[in-house]
């Protein structure tokens, strides 16, 4: 009976182990999904891509021309056919800039330390966004070099 | 809402509202494919054609799934 007491004695004195909540403050989220921001990447740098093939293609089995001079000339043909002003922009601008910006921020999230008055910011080494992030950063510096070479005029 | 599951880089439909625009998106590839072939000069010309059609048909039936899609 004694023993008994003693033990209830000791249960009762045992004191209840608090969780430690820190670790919470640092729990970072993502804004998007990674695996769902990369299939649609892949169908959003698609068609870019494939006009990328296509020139490639031409180069390879005509040996005619670089591919920097066929890119420029097929934009140049996009830009007179009927509704090309409209698609053109839309796959070789528009797609790839949803891309990069859907695959951004699927791999980077932020943590603001109020204390320190810091803003971490860390990447997820996801290597399919990566790799469209990179690829529709490269369609996006052709294109932008198009622009800025196609209405550059010297008089 | 979801009326898609992403299944690898594809959008399938688990709604009645998904398979009318996944029917919508074929209906669109297939009228496309005629237009083009009625231009066309050879096979790999019409080939060619469609597929940078189907890629952009699918792009955009993709952010419709994106948008509209739940995770596993």
Same mark, same amino acid.
């Given at each position: 009976?004694?023993?008994?007491?003693?033990?209830?004695?000791?249960?009762?004195?045992?004191?209840?182990?608090?969780?430690?909540?820190?670790?919470?403050?640092?729990?970072?989220?993502?804004? +998007?999904?990674?695996?769902? *921001?990369? *299939?649609?990447?892949?169908?959003?740098?698609?068609?870019?891509?494939?006009? %990328?093939?296509?020139?490639?293609?031409?180069?390879?089995?005509?040996?005619?021309?670089?591919?920097?001079?066929?890119?420029?000339?097929?934009?140049?043909?996009?830009?007179? *056919?009927?509704?090309?002003?409209?698609?053109?922009?839309?796959?070789?601008?528009?797609?790839?800039?949803?891309?990069?910006? %859907?695959?951004?921020?699927?791999?980077? #999230?932020?943590?603001?330390?109020?204390?320190?008055?810091?803003?971490?910011?860390?990447? #997820?080494?996801?290597?399919?966004?990566? $790799?469209? +992030?990179?690829?529709?950063? +490269?369609?996006?510096?052709?294109?932008? *070099?198009? $622009?800025?070479?196609?209405? $550059?005029?010297?008089? | 809402?979801?009326?898609?599951?992403?299944?690898?880089?594809?959008?399938?439909?688990?709604?009645?509202? /998904? !398979?009318?625009?996944?029917?919508?998106?074929?209906?669109?590839?297939?009228?496309?494919?005629?237009?083009?072939?009625?231009?066309?000069?050879?096979?790999?010309?019409?080939?060619?054609? !469609?597929?940078?059609?189907?890629?952009?048909? /699918?792009?955009?039936?993709?952010?419709? /799934?994106?948008?509209?899609?739940?995770?596993?």
């Amino acid at each position: 009976m004694n023993q008994t007491e003693d033990f209830e004695k000791k249960l009762l004195g045992i004191i209840k182990p608090e969780p430690k909540v820190e670790h919470s403050r640092f729990l970072k989220l993502p804004i +998007l999904n990674a695996q769902k *921001s990369a *299939s649609l990447g892949v169908w959003l740098i698609a068609a870019p891509l494939f006009i %990328l093939a296509c020139i490639c293609m031409k180069i390879l089995f005509t040996h005619q021309g670089s591919v920097w001079i066929s890119f420029f000339e097929t934009l140049a043909k996009l830009d007179d *056919s009927g509704w090309g002003w409209f698609y053109g922009p839309m796959i070789i601008l528009v797609f790839p800039v949803i891309a990069f910006v %859907l695959n951004l921020l699927s791999i980077i #999230r932020f943590q603001y330390n109020r204390e320190q008055k810091d803003l971490m910011v860390t990447v #997820r080494l996801k290597w399919g966004n990566i $790799i469209i +992030l990179l690829l529709s950063t +490269l369609i996006l510096a052709a294109f932008m *070099s198009y $622009i800025f070479t196609e209405n $550059i005029h010297t008089n | 809402m979801s009326i898609f599951r992403r299944k690898s880089i594809f959008f399938i439909p688990i709604h009645l509202t /998904g !398979w009318a625009l996944l029917t919508v998106a074929i209906m669109l590839a297939i009228y496309q494919f005629v237009v083009i072939e009625r231009l066309s000069h050879s096979v790999s010309d019409t080939l060619i054609n !469609w597929f940078f059609r189907l890629i952009i048909i /699918g792009a955009f039936y993709s952010m419709i /799934g994106f948008a509209f899609s739940r995770e596993e």
